[in-house]
């Protein structure tokens, strides 16, 4: 088990995936990439061995139970588009069990804290999430996202695609929020 952790909030950590988690990781395709599937384990070994599936404008990251150690989803971030000068976040928590526990909101805002802090040249981060999705839109504005409009007919799967609220925090969020909790904003 990995102990390269690099966020830990009260109840998970996130770190960088091992290659003992892709049995687990292949089970979900878009869990470290929302581009492209990902179901087979050794294709993701080949991906990790290339990048350690982390570089300047993409990567995935495991969310890992404190008291178990027990990865219970992953997050991922990448290149919005090249025009926006900032990353979209995706997150999914693997068992219905670990739902509702804030595993979510915990893991989303370590990571884009950590986003912040490490890549300043990204100014904005952003979440799309399909309208219908009332707990992942919640943990957005949680984690300080603001609601920036729909996306008609953009969501996920087969058929006529979902529409999705846009979620975007900024850098000058990160920075006035960081101030404010150090008592100089």
């Not at 966020?7 to 996130?14: D, Y």
């Not at 981060?125 to 920036?148: D, Y």
């Amino acid at each position: 088990m990995s102990t390269n952790i690099l966020a830990t909030g009260s109840s998970i950590s996130i770190r960088k995936l091992d290659l003992s988690d892709f049995d687990a990781v292949s089970q979900f395709e878009y869990s470290v990439s929302i581009t492209e599937p990902h179901s087979d384990p050794a294709r993701l070994a080949h991906i990790h061995k290339e990048s350690r599936m982390w570089l300047e404008a993409s990567g995935a990251v495991a969310i890992v139970e404190n008291s178990t150690q027990r990865m219970v989803g992953t997050l991922q971030f990448y290149r919005s588009a090249p025009c926006i000068h900032g990353l979209e976040i995706g997150y999914v928590l693997h068992g219905q069990d670990d739902r509702g526990k804030g595993y979510a909101t915990q893991a989303l805002r370590l990571l884009s804290d950590l986003l912040f802090s490490t890549k300043p040249s990204f100014f904005r981060q952003q979440l799309i999430i399909e309208v219908w999705n009332t707990a992942s839109w919640k943990v957005a504005e949680k984690c300080g996202f603001l609601r920036e409009g729909i996306l008609r007919s953009c969501g996920f799967g087969d058929g006529d695609p979902a529409d999705c609220f846009v979620y975007s925090r900024t850098l000058k969020d990160y920075v006035q929020e960081m101030a404010s909790a150090n008592g100089s904003g």
